[in-house]
């Protein structure tokens, strides 16, 4: 087993993959800013050191001794954290850190869709994220995952507020557009099942779940699990921008903002519906069949 420093583990993602890490006996270090929300880690032996990720002195002391090193650390909107500050800066200092330190390697956790593209601002912070971690020339994998789903937080914690806005369920009609989701389980199992993998070094794996769905039947699994009863009503993308973008300059946390709404337009597959199976080996949860079970209530958090 390997020594290991996780950034991002109290984050949706992370603490799924922390989880994971511990599970399969890694020793695991992992650098926070608010030590409670890691007491679950260190009630289980891994080790907890107090900083900031995007500190790069910080990183450098929780690198020392590490084998490998792990980052979820992301924003998904441009504030009050900036995508330079986070997806930009931050892989850069991610990969400083893991060259000075003599790690044997770095796992990057990025999103499927990163791409230069003033059209979609957070899409083009994760690939400028990506091009920095390169230039530093440290031996790594990219990740890039489609939708992440889980019993808690991220896309179900977006579509709580979506349902809860207003007398009727607004669903942006997209059309045909494909996504490949897959549960946190599974895409943390990815994660960790990375670490040593020489194979993939110097790769950008694009991973999703053994389903291809759209956006409304992601939602509808939602909405019926919940058993909501609104009225749905299905409206072009194009016509809710100028809302999201009013809201996005009056709320401080919005429903939905319009790069959001953008990026939901874009094809979110993998590179085949077996990625999974094909670079780890077994093949990951269909969320239809476990979307109507665990979506049924909101559940208590972790």
């Not at 695991?28 to 800013?33: A, D, E």
Request: charged fraction near 20%; glycine fraction near 10%; include cysteine.
């Amino acid at each position: 087993m390997a020594r290991i420093l996780l950034l991002g583990s109290t984050g949706f993602f992370g603490r799924g993959v922390a989880h994971k890490l511990i599970d399969a006996g890694h020793e695991l270090r992992v650098l926070v800013r608010d030590p409670m929300k890691a007491a679950a880690f260190k009630g289980r032996g891994a080790q907890v050191m107090v900083g900031d990720a995007l500190n790069p002195a910080a990183v450098t002391q929780a690198a020392q001794g590490v084998e490998h090193m792990i980052s979820l650390v992301a924003v998904r909107r441009n504030r009050p954290q900036s995508f330079l500050e986070v997806n930009v800066d931050g892989p850069r200092i991610l990969g400083e850190v893991a060259k000075a330190a003599g790690v044997n390697s770095v796992v990057f956790v990025s999103a499927i869709g990163a791409r230069l593209d003033a059209h979609y601002k957070y899409l083009t912070s994760r690939w400028m994220g990506e091009q920095e971690l390169a230039k530093s020339g440290v031996a790594g994998t990219i990740l890039r995952f489609s939708l992440v789903l889980a019993e808690e937080g991220g896309s179900l914690n977006d579509f709580e507020r979506l349902s809860n806005f207003g007398p009727v369920v607004i669903i942006p009609n997209y059309g045909e557009t494909q996504l490949q989701p897959i549960l946190r389980e599974d895409a943390a199992r990815c994660v960790v099942e990375t670490i040593g993998r020489q194979e993939l070094l110097g790769k950008i794996v694009e991973l999703g779940g053994p389903e291809v769905v759209t956006f409304r039947t992601v939602y509808g699994w939602f909405l019926d699990a919940r058993e909501i009863k609104k009225p749905r009503f299905t409206v072009p993308p194009g016509l809710l921008i100028p809302g999201a973008a009013i809201m996005e300059v009056l709320m401080k946390d919005p429903p939905v903002t319009p790069d959001e709404i953008n990026m939901f337009g874009l094809n979110n597959i993998a590179d085949g519906i077996d990625s999974v199976s094909t670079h780890y080996g077994w093949r990951p949860t269909a969320p239809s069949t476990w979307a109507p079970q665990h979506w049924k209530k909101a559940p208590a958090r972790k």
